[in-house]
């Protein structure tokens, strides 16, 4: 680790990209629906209510993706989860990219499909 005196240098291990990416945390006693908003090989930074506690260890399950983690802080609407073990490089990009261009998606393709089929049913 790098540590200058008794304090840590930088605590992240990795880097963060900003995402917006659906996902969901499964714990013994609630299954939640959250919002990626930043992801690096190590953990996420989540958003969404209700959130998991601190210190509960969760299923992290994105885009197919399920990995063991721990909550490590939360605030607000917002959370921190550590992953047990880090994402593969090639299966993080695929989901930072896929969380940039929902990004800059006006709609994403769930919410045009969904509009897509009230529009058709309502025109019945």
Partial sequence: MNMIGDGFRN???????????PASVVTMSAYQFLE???LSPTGAKL??????????????RLEGLQMLCKVMWAKGDLCGVRFDEPIPPQRLAGLRDAGTSVKLEVLASSEEQAACEWAAATSL
């Fill in 11 to 21: 605590r992240r291990r990795s880097a963060r990209a900003s995402v917006q990416l």
């Fill in 36 to 38: 990626v908003v930043n």
């Fill in 47 to 60: 958003r969404g209510s209700p959130r998991p506690e601190i210190g509960k260890t969760a299923m992290f």
